[in-house]
């Protein structure tokens, strides 16, 4: 798709755009006017695409911080 190549090229222009998630180092940012989310973390030169998801595949647990195992 045209559009998620343009997306990409702009975060990699910018690649603190997006929402920062509250784990790991990934970032999310939208692919409108389509219903998908580019994930994708900043590496020294470039940024690394992680996932591409339509947003109504949305998994809170991916979103969520990361809870220590108890027993």
Do not use: C, T
């Not at 090229?9 to 180092?25: I, M, S, V, Y």
């Not at 695409?49 to 108890?70: G, L, T």
């Amino acid at each position: 798709m045209l559009r998620v190549e343009e997306v990409s090229q702009f975060l990699a222009d910018n690649p603190g755009a997006g929402f920062k998630l509250p784990h790991r180092r990934l970032r999310r940012f939208p692919v409108r006017p389509y219903p998908y989310l580019i994930y994708f973390e900043r590496a020294k030169h470039a940024i690394r695409i992680v996932r591409i998801r339509h947003a109504a595949r949305y998994r809170p647990a991916f979103h969520e911080q990361p809870h220590a195992f108890v027993r």
